[in-house]
């Protein structure tokens, strides 16, 4: 397999010459650190580990699941995970408690069948595995269930690493692109190969696919996706809103610009409000210089800069509050505004955003009948 196929780094390869939990204990922690993929580091390198090993690890399935329940921690993955996508694993185990431990723990179910396993820890791993179960009934969710999960989020992994060997396993497995908001084929537009790939086999639902990659490669900036889409039939006219949208509240300028030039009507609505959640003036700028702005767009503009907090724009800003005064400001600027009953529910709606707009009246710049609309929203009953 090429190093395209497959993801090139999988970590948990020594473990594969292990026969026993202590082997793999011995190993476990200093693999996943040496990879940056403890679970002190970002997320989700963490569920990475825990899918990759789950499902590419050539160890016995018992095995797996022992390790993963033995070693795995719950505070950063679900374990519910692993289990349902091993719970044949389980189905399989009938080994009987050893005397030293039965009268504690055998009301915890049978013992998975993992030779040369301290009792204790046998026991740990066996309450941990009915713990899951516990939640699992009281849930109402089957194995099934937690085994496509599974295979859903293995999905988007493959594709956020760019591994088509694991895509396609996955998607054998009966993984869905659509679910998870897309996520999967929103880290697919950043390599066409795999976008390819996830329409392989999907006829019935590949006009949704086509969609939804198309507002992605808009959101990701992603121009030379463009033709590639269009080539398979989305037209840029007819998906245009959704698309701009996404590029504007994502700050994707260049897709924006191709979106407009290829047909895209910044008028079609909902177009202001995105840009008004990337807090960035010249977003906002361009989109009103583009003849956005529908009257409906006003509250739906106004909640946008109160709550949206796009990080993944402001590395490391700990707070958006002075931007989101900036925000409102510019938008009263350009006539942007609601009617004073609907500023009225907005601030009553959560009492944090009259916060925002006492520091909006302090703005000497701001006209006197933007101040006084927000002068009537704050003196309006809040209850």
């Known amino acids: 397999m090429s190093k395209k196929e497959t993801m090139h780094d999988y970590w948990f390869l020594p ?10 204990g011995a190993l476990w922690h200093d693999l996943l650190e040496e990879r940056q993929m403890a679970p002190q580091n970002p997320v989700p ?42 719970h044949e694993a389980v189905l399989e185990a009938d080994r009987p408690w050893p005397d030293a431990v039965a009268a504690s ?3 915890n179910g049978a013992m998975l069948a ?38 859903d989020l293995f999905l988007e992994m493959a594709c956020r690493h760019g591994d088509i060997g694991a895509l396609r396993l996955a ?19 950043a390599d066409l190969e795999l976008l390819a790939c996830l329409l392989e086999r ?26 590639w889409l269009a080539a398979r039939g989305v037209q840029a006219t007819r998906k245009g809103a959704p698309a701009l949208a996404a590029a504007a509240r994502h700050l994707a300028l260049d897709a924006y610009d191709w979106l407009v030039a290829h047909g895209a009507d910044p008028r079609a609505g909902g177009l202001l409000p995105a840009a008004a959640g990337s807090l960035d003036a010249t977003m906002v700028e361009r989109v009103l210089a583009d003849g956005a702005g529908d009257p409906a767009d ?69 006209a006197a009948p933007a101040a006084a609309l927000l002068a009537a929203g704050l003196q309006a009953p809040t209850s």
């Open 171 to 189: 998607l054998g497995h009966g993984a869905d692109p659509l679910v998870l908001d897309g996520a999967a084929i929103a880290a697919a537009v």
């Open 105 to 107: 723990v055998s009301d």
């Open 15 to 24: 473990l594969e010459n292990c026969s026993t939990l202590a082997e793999i």
């Open 202 to 227: 999907d006829d019935e639902r590949r006009p949704a696919i086509l969609a939804l990659a198309w507002r992605a490669a808009a959101a990701a900036d992603k121009v030379d996706a463009f033709a």
């Open 114 to 151: 993992l030779p040369g396993t301290d009792p204790w820890l046998g026991a740990f791993i066996a309450g941990r595995m009915a713990g899951l179960r516990e939640t699992a009934v009281h849930d109402g969710v089957r194995p099934d269930d937690w085994t496509a999960r599974f295979w």
């Open 45 to 86: 390198h963490y569920q990475d580990a825990i899918l990759q090993f789950a499902a590419l690890c050539a160890l016995p399935p018992q095995l797996k699941l022992g390790a993963l329940l033995a070693y795995g921690s719950a505070f950063d993955v679900d374990l519910r995970l692993p289990l349902g996508l091993l």
């Open 298 to 366: 006003a509250v739906p503009a106004f909640l946008a800069a109160f709550d949206s907090e796009p990080w993944e724009l402001y590395a490391g800003e700990p707070r958006f509050f002075d931007l989101r005064v900036d925000m409102l400001a510019l938008l009263l600027h350009h006539g942007v505004q609601p009617a004073a009953d609907e500023l009225a529910a907005v601030l009553r709606k959560a009492p944090g955003r009259r916060q925002v707009v006492q520091a909006l009246l302090q703005r000497p710049d701001l």
